[in-house]
């Protein structure tokens, strides 16, 4: 069991990139 900071980038906009950082624990 273990957690990991991570961020996904979300292209919903074209000029603009949003990053969805946030823990992921298993």
Do not use: E, R
Request: proline share 8%; hydrophobic share 25%; aromatic share 8%.
């Amino acid at each position: 069991m273990g957690c990991s900071y991570n961020c996904i980038p979300n292209y919903g906009v074209k000029t603009k990139i949003i990053l969805n950082c946030g823990p992921t624990c298993h």
